[in-house]
Nanobody, 117 residues
Framework: QVQVVESGGGLVQPGGSLRLSCAASGTRRGIYAMGWYRQAPGQQRELVAGITSGGYIAYADSVKGRFTISRENGQNTVSLQLNSLKPEDTAVYLC???????????WGQGTQVTVSS
């Protein structure tokens, strides 16, 4: 069974930084794409950032210039650097991994990011 595990959330003051990490395991095929969605209470889930195995990167307009997604050691592990954090960035951040060929998508359990004074 495919597992997706994210880590690195926490409490930070406005203007601070965090680094999230996500790893996918148990795939019989390669990973096509990985990234993060986020969801705050009462809010719609939104795509924050994603990266494909070919290196294509997409960001939400609200985080461009502040967040950076990148591959770690191996294509099944990615990180998200969150800089200049704002209170509106507060949410549960959910990592996803999309398997190549089948295009099945798997989700992590989520990690809480709280930006507050």
């Amino acid at each position: 069974q495919v597992q997706v595990v994210e880590s690195g959330g926490g409490l930070v003051q406005p203007g601070g930084s965090l680094r999230l990490s996500c790893a996918a395991s148990g795939t019989r095929r390669g990973i096509y794409a990985m990234g993060w969605y986020r969801q705050a209470p009462g809010q719609q889930r939104e795509l924050v950032a994603g990266i494909t195995s070919g290196g294509y990167i997409a960001y939400a307009d609200s985080v461009k210039g502040r967040f950076t997604i990148s591959r770690e050691n191996g294509q099944n592990t990615v990180s998200l650097q969150l800089n200049s954090l704002k209170p509106e960035d507060t949410a549960v951040y959910l990592c996803y991994a999309t398997e190549a060929i089948t295009m099945n998508t798997y989700w992590g359990q989520g990690t809480q990011v709280t930006v507050s004074s």
